[in-house]
Nanobody, 122 residues
Framework: QVQVVESGGGLVQPGGSLRLSCAAS????????MGWYRQAPGKQRELVAD???????NYADSVKGRFTISRDNAKNTVYLQMDSLIPEDTAVYYC????????????????WGQGTQVTVSS
């Protein structure tokens, strides 16, 4: 199996910055896409940003120009640099990774992390 672990959440004032990290581990052969999602209280989980293995990125309109996603393929790690944070960014942020792993056979994985809380408040 593949484990995905997020870190870097916390409390920040409006206008501040945070950097989230997410590392995938296990018998990974390749990771096609890694992404960040978030879920605010009473709302559905939504895509924040994702990045493909060759670097193509997608961003939610609400975070374009403020958030930057990047990845280190050698470390199976993805980052989310969040700048100019606003209270509406408050949510639990989840990392997701999808790719191939090998145990006895080669299989696809689509794994979620446990989430990290981001709170933007003065």
């Amino acid at each position: 199996q593949v484990q995905v672990v997020e870190s870097g959440g916390g409390l920040v004032q409006p206008g501040g910055s945070l950097r989230l990290s997410c590392a995938a581990s296990g018998s990974i052969l390749s990771i096609n896409i890694m992404g960040w999602y978030r879920q605010a209280p009473g709302k559905q989980r939504e895509l924040v940003a994702d990045i493909y293995s060759l670097g193509r990125t997608n961003y939610a309109d609400s975070v374009k120009g403020r958030f930057t996603i990047s990845r280190d393929n050698a470390k199976n790690t993805v980052y989310l640099q969040m700048d100019s944070l606003i209270p509406e960014d408050t949510a639990v942020y989840y990392c997701k990774a999808r790719g191939l792993f090998k145990r006895t056979t080669i299989s696809e994985f689509d794994s979620w992390g446990q989430g990290t809380q981001v709170t933007v408040s003065s």
